[in-house]
């Protein structure tokens, strides 16, 4: 985005925080007036990417329906390289669902929109087991 497009930014957020908490079957999920500052106030050389990879990151995070400051880290969602950008924002999404649910991996998979035989497999492969 633009820089002086930054009031673009609001609509654009709650359009992919809809299209996140369907994927991730939480529909309902809103964002708080501080954090829709704080994405607003951000810079966002990744565009709508890192947009949508820091609304997707914040999402898992929140334990209710609305997201606030606390969830949105904007430090963690800019790799260094894109290759491996997906497969690092994968593990720090699968690590903060488990100790979000607890370490219960049922709910964790839940959380991630995911089976929980394809969460097995994502940890074995990663070596988070």
């Given at each position: 985005?633009?820089?002086g497009r930054r009031v673009d930014i609001v609509p654009l957020a709650e359009q992919l925080l809809v299209e996140i908490a369907r994927s991730l079957g939480r529909p309902?999920?809103?964002l708080d007036p501080e954090a829709l500052s704080v994405?607003?106030?951000?810079?966002w050389p990744g565009n709508i990417r890192e947009l949508r990879n820091t609304l997707e990151?914040?999402?898992?995070?929140?334990d209710g329906p609305t997201i606030g400051t606390s969830?949105?880290?904007?430090?963690?969602v800019?790799?260094?390289t894109p290759e491996g950008s997906l497969?690092?924002?994968e593990?720090?999404?699968i690590a903060a669902a488990l100790e979000a649910s607890g370490g219960n991996r049922k709910r964790a998979a839940a959380r991630l929109g995911i089976g929980v035989r394809t969460l097995y497999e994502k940890l074995k492969r990663y070596g988070l087991s």
């Open positions: 985005m633009r820089p309902g999920l809103t994405l607003k106030a951000a810079r990151r914040a999402a898992i995070l929140a969830e949105i880290r904007l430090d963690e800019r790799p260094s497969v690092d924002m593990k720090r999404a």
